[in-house]
Structures are given as C-alpha cells and as structure tokens.
C-alpha cells in the first residue's frame, strides 16, 4: 500500500527567506501525481502545486518549487522569499492508480515577521 | 455554482443521532470523493465514486457510515448512531470530466461535524 510522510510536524522561517517542506512516499507503482496543498486557518484545501512522476523537470509556480526524487521517492517543496500569508498547514499527497488521494500528516509553517 | 459546496457547514448533534453531510460538486465533474480530517491530521480518505457508482469504499470506518450519489450529481455521507469520535471535518472533492484520465481534485469548504 501506498504511504506518503512528512517528517517534520512544524517549521518556521523568517519572512522573505526561503524554506524547505520534506516529503517522502512509498509505493511500487511507476506512473502517479504528487500533490502539496496548503490548508490555511480557515481550513479550506487549496492546491499548490502538481507533479506527475513521468516528467523528470521539477514543477514551480511563482515561489512554489518542488525537488522531485522519484528513485529516492522524495518529494519536497521549496517557499521562496516567505510571506505571512504562506503560514498554514502544508500537507503532501500521493494519487496513483485508484485515484484517490493519500495523505502525509502536514507540516505546520510559522513565518516569522 | 463555480465549486464545489457542502451543507450543512457546521453540525452539532448528540451521540446516537443520525447525520447526513451533503455534497454538491462541480457540474460535470464525473468523480466524487469523501475525506474525513480529524483536527490536526491529515485527511483520509473515505469513499469515492465515478457517476453513481461507488468505485471503493474502503475507507469507510464502520457500517455506521455510508455514501450514495444516486444520480452521478449530489451525494450524500451518512452516518448512523453517531459517537463522539465520528467529530471530524467532512470534506468533499469532485475531479474532472474524463474516466482513466488524470483528474485534479477540486475541494469543497467541508462540513464539521461535532458529535457532543
């Protein structure tokens, strides 16, 4: 079965830094997506950013990085020049051939003014 | 609407109640999944369906839960004879208009549920 873990329950960066969010992930299948989402205070889940493990280039999105390593099955995102409205929940997932998603535990970001 | 919606938005009910969570995904949207998060973990998953029919239901704790979308549109999460430790947050996601295919999973605002 697949797994996804996040290692690190909280982080803090000082604002205008950079950080990085570790995910790694379990699985014997060949073709997937892996996800970061952020879960703000309000608690709504909002989609950060996308990778499908085929494509061997690193997605990014403004200051929203990922460092895929599928052989080591590691999957992290990396906040550049942090903002406060980046502290929220970031949660790692994994969909595969079931389509469901699966989760990783979340790692808590504190920016620090 | 533009996305996906839930009602009731907040539940209180006593232990021993029924409760019914509803869904509403994107027009067209051919899957529907069901998560449930407890606070300060992570989702998982529940259910899911393709149209009307109920693909995996795995993540169904027990048989107090139960999911339908009688009409490939609206679903609805029941759960029976609630307890204390069904108190979670509710969440609903439909993905896409292709079956096979890659669909990203569009979240609605969640239902939570306390169960006193």
């Known amino acids: 079965a697949q797994t996804v873990t996040q290692s690190q329950p909280e982080m803090s960066v000082q604002e205008a830094e950079t950080v990085t969010l570790s995910c790694t992930y379990d699985?014997?299948?060949?073709?997937?997506?892996l996800f970061w989402y952020k879960q703000p205070p309000s608690r709504q889940m909002i989609l950060v950013i996308r990778?499908?493990?085929?494509k061997q280039q690193n997605a990014t999105e403004n200051r929203f990085s990922v460092n895929f390593q599928k052989a080591a099955k590691s999957f992290s995102l990396k906040i550049s020049d942090s903002q406060l409205g980046d502290a929220a929940m970031y949660f790692c997932?994994?969909?595969?051939?079931?389509?469901?998603?699966?989760w990783g535990a979340g790692t808590k970001l504190i920016i620090k003014p | 609407g533009a996305g996906v919606s839930q009602s009731p938005r907040y539940k209180v009910t006593k232990r021993g109640q029924d409760v019914a969570l509803r869904c509403d995904p994107i027009?067209?949207?051919?899957?529907l999944y069901w998560y449930r998060q407890a606070l300060g973990q992570g989702p998982e998953f529940l259910t899911y369906?393709?149209?009307?029919?109920?693909?995996?239901k795995s993540g169904l704790p027990n048989d107090r839960f139960s999911a339908e979308r009688p009409e490939g549109s609206i679903s609805t999460l029941t759960i029976q004879r609630t307890e204390q430790r069904d108190s979670a947050m509710y969440r609903c996601?439909?993905?896409?208009?292709?079956?096979?295919?890659?669909?990203?999973?569009?979240f609605g605002p969640g239902t939570r549920l306390t169960v006193l």
């Open positions: 996601a439909s993905g896409g208009t292709l079956l096979g295919s890659y669909n990203e999973q569009f």
């Open positions: 027009s067209g949207h051919v899957s």
């Open positions: 369906f393709n149209y009307e029919a109920q693909q995996d």
């Open positions: 699985t014997s299948e060949s073709d997937y997506y």
């Open positions: 990778q499908e493990a085929y």
């Open positions: 997932a994994y969909e595969g051939g079931v389509y469901q998603l699966i």
